[in-house]
């Protein structure tokens, strides 16, 4: 079980002016606010085209944040320059502060420690058994001894809905079930952030409803954790969290609540979230706590309640 963190220098990017006095942390009175993930400006050309054209990003310690644009939009990108996989072209990817693109490998290393990541396409080593994957995340993540590894990999298994998997190869594996293992697999050494690259893509709607409540199940253990989802499906990005923030043509156009992005966004996010919500069935459209301005305007009278 995680401890409360308690905020340390090295911990922050804020300058030691902004830092809360010494007194003040020590009685708990007084719990700063922590910058996990910071974008700054990034830049980003794939042979010579513009993809990402100065994406800023900050996220804070606890939040969830889906990250949603059209298919393409350099979504995954976005989340390789965070962890240091890309370099960007210019700007800044600050992960607990340490900038991963220019930093040594010892430091990144440590810092990837406290992350789940898991790939759109799995990202499991395929010359290992599904077992053997979480395991050696595991061994080299966390200090877990072997019943507590042997205890979370059939945990977390049974909670991705795969429990006969372990002796398995990725080969053997669909795509959704590569994606499901490659979702346990994040979470099995109980990082600080867990980030998750289209989690639901390409399953069913009773798959993916199972995904999403074990990843806020899994996310509450130990307190709030912070997660962060790029998807370009609208349903699955509010359905886990408020706040999205939406990419287009390289760029951030809207950041907050989506509920209020909604209604009164720019007009192109209106548009992009709208579209893919107006088709929805109304006793739906309820559930997902629709605005009901936007309910009113887009079903018919009788049906709102
Ligand atoms: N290593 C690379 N070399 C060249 N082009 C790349 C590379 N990685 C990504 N791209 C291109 O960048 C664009 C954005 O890709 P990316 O996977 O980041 O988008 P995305 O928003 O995650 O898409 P999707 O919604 O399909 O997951 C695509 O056109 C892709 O072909
Ligand atoms: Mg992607």
């Not at 401890?3 to 009685?27: I, S, Y």
């Not at 607990?96 to 990837?112: A, W």
Request: glycine residues 8%; contains cysteine.
């Amino acid at each position: 079980m995680h401890q409360p963190r308690v905020a340390t220098r090295d911990f922050l990017e804020e300058p030691a002016a902004q830092f809360p006095p010494n007194h003040l942390l020590a009685t708990g009175v007084f719990r700063a606010e922590l910058t996990l993930i910071k974008l700054q400006n990034i830049v980003k050309n794939f042979n010579r085209a513009p993809l990402l054209k100065g994406i800023s990003l900050t996220v804070q310690e606890g939040e969830r944040v889906s990250l949603i644009g059209p298919g393409g939009c350099g979504k995954s990108t976005v989340l390789k320059i965070l962890l240091g996989l890309v370099p960007p072209d210019e700007g800044e990817a600050l992960l607990f502060s340490t900038d991963m693109c220019h930093s040594d490998e010892d430091k990144r290393q440590s810092v990837l420690k406290r992350v789940g990541m898991a790939f759109q396409q799995g990202g499991l080593f395929d010359f290992m058994t599904v077992r053997e994957n979480l395991l050696f995340a595991m061994e080299h993540m966390t200090d877990k001894d072997g019943e507590e590894m042997e205890y979370d990999l059939k945990r977390l298994l049974a909670g991705v809905k795969l429990p006969k998997t372990e002796g398995m190869f990725p080969h053997e594996l669909s795509g959704g079930m590569k994606r499901r293992v490659g979702i346990a697999r994040a979470l099995c050494t109980d990082p600080d952030i867990a980030i998750f690259d289209e989690p639901t893509a390409g399953l069913d709607p009773v798959t993916s409803t199972i995904i999403l409540n074990m990843i806020d199940a899994l996310g509450g253990k130990g307190g709030k954790k912070t997660m962060l989802v790029a998807s370009s499906n609208v349903e699955i990005a509010i359905r886990f969290a408020d706040r999205i923030v939406v990419i287009n043509e390289g760029l951030v156009v809207a950041d907050g609540p989506w509920r209020q992005l909604l209604v009164s966004g720019p007009p192109w996010v209106q548009h992009f979230l709208s579209t893919r919500l107006i088709g929805l069935d109304i006793e739906y459209a309820h559930e997902l706590h629709l605005p009901p301005s936007f309910i009113r305007k887009n079903w018919s009278a009788h049906s709102v309640r």
